[in-house]
């Protein structure tokens, strides 16, 4: 049985209250955005024209539709979802490719070793970025010391 299936019943109704629903609706977009999540990568990070997830998509529609009033609400919210799931990867694309190359290597990964390989790419990342930022300190102070020689009589 669908977490949809469970939830609707229970979901107010066109005019009633919804004071006690907000968990649900966060809830509901917190799914649709892990939903999301697949296809947007795929999207984002693989050549080529990503293969539709045909029960994701169904998922994603049939969740937003316990909180949305229109198959329009419906589109536009699922819409919203995938456009925060993009914007929760890109920062994260060497996290995602780790744990790609891995995971093509390995097939299956216990908790602790997807930890290993996060922390890994993360230690990568800001290795990376800190030599980058020396790069430009040197060329910045190499810059300088060229100025002041021209400018010194």
């Known amino acids: 049985m669908s977490i949809s299936a469970i939830i609707g019943p229970t979901m107010p109704g066109p005019g009633e209250k919804r004071d006690n629903v907000a ?3 966060m809830h509901v977009h917190n799914c649709v955005v892990e939903l999301c999540a697949g296809s947007v990568a795929e999207a984002l990070f693989l050549p080529g024209e990503p293969t539709p997830a045909y029960t994701d998509i169904a998922q994603e529609r049939a ?5 949305c009033s229109s198959p329009e609400s419906v589109e536009s919210f699922v819409g919203f979802c995938m456009a925060e799931a993009a914007a929760l990867l890109r920062p994260r694309e060497h996290i995602v490719r780790a744990l790609t190359d891995e995971l093509r290597n390995r ?3 216990t908790g602790t070793e997807i930890d290993e390989v996060i922390v890994e790419a993360v230690s990568i990342r800001a290795a990376e970025i800190e030599r980058k930022r020396r ?5 910045r102070a190499a810059s ?5 020689a021209d400018v010194k009589p």
């Not at 300088?144 to 002041?148: M, S, T």
Request: glycine share 0%.
């Open 63 to 67: 969740l937003a539709s316990l909180i």
């Open 23 to 25: 968990d649900v609706f």
């Open 135 to 139: 790069a430009d300190w040197r060329e």
């Open 144 to 148: 300088a010391r060229a100025f002041l």
């Open 107 to 109: 097939r299956t990964m």
